[in-house]
């Protein structure tokens, strides 16, 4: 089930970032706890694999968050020109990861498509920048209706829901 991140489940976060194959696991927990809570959120998920409502339990697997960008911020500049909406119309959906051998794309789809019904729901453009979801693949956003947009930045790769 998908819920409400709580301050209890940042520790059972960190675990499970902490088994991914990527920098995260070198990261000290506090490390990754300051990168967990690094945006002011207006949404931070977690999907429980515990079949109650009782939480928090050790049974969350995946994570995902919805922030606003800063309407001043160079990262919105590629989505904000592709889309031609201003920064206040987008909502930027981040920190997308699901522990491995948990049916990690299942998971990681029912979370991805969650999160854009609620961005659309608040009616704004859901977009992602792969590059700050190394968990997934861009082929992955692309199979879930986003689009890459073209930029001349090597360290971006913006996309914008399209589907």
């Known amino acids: 089930?998908?819920?409400?991140?709580?301050?209890?489940?940042?520790?059972?976060?960190?675990?499970?970032?902490?088994?991914?194959?990527?920098?995260?696991?070198?990261?000290s927990e506090q490390e990754l706890r300051a990168w967990l809570e690094e945006h002011d959120a207006e949404q931070s998920w977690v999907f429980d694999m515990a079949p109650m409502t009782v939480?928090?339990?050790k049974n969350v697997v995946g994570h995902i968050e919805m922030y606003r960008p800063g309407p001043d911020e160079a990262?919105?500049?590629?989505?904000?020109?592709?889309?031609?909406?201003?920064?206040?119309?987008?909502?930027?959906?981040?920190?997308?990861?699901?522990?491995?051998?948990?049916?990690?794309?299942?998971?990681?789809?029912?979370?991805?498509?969650?999160?854009?019904?609620?961005?659309?729901?608040?009616?704004?453009?859901?977009?992602?920048?792969v590059r700050r979801i190394p968990f997934f693949s861009q082929a992955f956003f692309e199979r879930h209706g986003f689009r890459a947009v073209p930029t001349e930045d090597p360290g971006v790769a913006p996309m914008v829901h399209t589907g």
């Open 55 to 57: 939480a928090p339990t």
């Open 75 to 129: 990262s919105t500049r590629p989505w904000v020109g592709y889309a031609g909406r201003p920064a206040e119309d987008l909502m930027v959906i981040d920190k997308l990861f699901v522990r491995p051998h948990t049916h990690e794309d299942g998971i990681g789809r029912f979370l991805l498509k969650q999160a854009v019904g609620y961005v659309r729901g608040c009616g704004r453009l859901p977009v992602v920048d």
């Open 1 to 27: 089930m998908i819920r409400q991140r709580r301050e209890q489940d940042l520790g059972r976060l960190c675990a499970v970032l902490a088994e991914l194959e990527h920098p995260s696991s070198h990261l």
